[in-house]
């Protein structure tokens, strides 16, 4: 669905990737994994083309970005940046109908396989009962379950998300990480997602990408590298890996072990 090849990325004299050569395939939820300023939003910025790499390219479907037309690629990819601002006072529903933007190809007005869908996005983030209210008056969380559903309601095979479960409560975040994994199970979408979380990145994603924040990384599938050996150099600061109720669980190690 989504490839790199030999993708270089920078900040400043920094080098954050270096010839990244990557593939993320239907079904597949891969969870980008690194410390702050590794590199994962600049990656999910450039994957969703809204970077130019420095060195390299990334493709989605086998075509690379560069010129692409925006409301194709949109039908296509669709991306939760980390943060956003919101100057206007639309009502939530007209924020998520926002995303049935690129198949307006020939109409002005949405229709009603937009409200359909939109709705339907609403109810499984838990928020159909907001879809009145203004978006300035919902709390961090309600909002960023909101910017979920409207990248559902875009019915994209790619989906780019920027730590999702940011602002969550914990029910909200173990609701919205299984509907992930249900999409890419069920529907066979493509999910690449940043996360902070280890215990929750390990129980849905099937594959981790770890940026090592000097242009290293390392690939595959998340029993394969989400050891804590590897995630202790990644993060930092030593991993222990537990396991309880048939689950691991992560927790941090002795600092003193580095």
């Known amino acids: 669905m989504i490839e790199t090849f030999s993708l270089t990325l920078r900040a400043g004299e920094r080098t954050l990737v270096d010839a990244l050569s990557w593939k993320a395939s239907p079904g597949q939820l891969w969870c980008i994994i690194g410390r702050n300023g590794a590199g994962k939003s600049t990656l999910l910025r450039t994957l969703a083309g809204l970077r130019t790499p420095d060195g390299g ?12 037309d925006a409301a194709a690629l949109a039908r296509e990819r669709s991306f939760l940046a980390q943060s956003r601002n ?30 359909f869908a939109a709705q339907q996005a609403l109810e499984a983030l838990d928020v159909l009962h907001l879809a009145q209210r203004d978006v300035r008056t919902l709390s961090g969380g309600e909002r960023q379950r909101v910017a979920i559903a409207a990248l559902l309601a875009q019915d994209t095979p790619l989906m780019l998300l920027d730590e999702p479960a940011n602002a969550l409560d914990l029910a909200h975040q173990v609701s919205a990480m299984r509907l992930l994994a249900r999409l890419c199970r069920e529907q066979r979408k493509t999910v690449v997602m940043v996360g902070h979380d280890l215990n929750l990145a390990h129980s849905v994603a099937t594959n981790a990408l770890l940026l090592m924040g000097d242009g290293g990384w390392l690939a595959g599938s998340a029993e394969e590298v989400m050891q804590p050996p590897t995630l202790g150099r990644c993060l930092g600061h030593p991993i222990d890996m537990l396991r309880h109720g048939g689950r691991t669980v992560f927790i941090a190690g002795d600092a003193t072990a580095i």
Do not use: C, K, N, Q
Not at 57 to 68: Q, V
Not at 106 to 115: A, F, M, N, Q, T
């Open 86 to 115: 919101d100057a206007f006072a639309y009502r939530v529903i007209e924020t998520v109908l926002m995303a049935r933007h690129p198949y307006h190809a020939d109409r002005y007005w949405e229709g009603s396989d937009d409200h």
């Open 57 to 68: 390219r990334a493709a989605i479907a086998g075509r690379t970005l560069d010129g692409r």
